[in-house]
């Protein structure tokens, strides 16, 4: 069953990081990714587990993007990129808004 705004999102899977940033969560983000980074793999596994419980809140494809970085070598830097990559075109529009 397709999700509303399916067509909204990218396909790389990682438009929760996008929200997250929206929200103003982008440096908690980072730190949650500096802290989860050392675990890796036991982090990824009971992401795993949570994962149906976080389906019910809507959390299923963050779960499911951060236990699949934790588990890819490199991951947790595509996700920085990521974050970081959002971060600058945020602080282009406010310097271009000025």
Avoid at 41 to 59: K, S
Wanted: hydrophobic fraction near 45%; avoid cysteine; charge should be negative.
């Amino acid at each position: 069953m397709a999700q509303p705004h399916d067509s909204d999102r990218p396909a790389d899977g990682l438009h929760w990081i996008d929200q997250a940033r929206a929200r103003g969560l982008g440096d908690a983000l980072g730190l949650a990714f500096d802290v989860l980074e050392p675990l890796g793999p036991l982090a990824a596994q009971l992401l795993w587990v949570a994962q149906p419980a976080a389906a019910l809140f809507g959390w299923r494809q963050a779960v499911d993007g951060l236990a699949h970085a934790l588990e890819e070598p490199g991951g947790l830097d595509r996700l920085r990129q990521r974050l970081q990559s959002h971060s600058d075109d945020a602080a282009e529009d406010d310097t271009s808004a000025v």
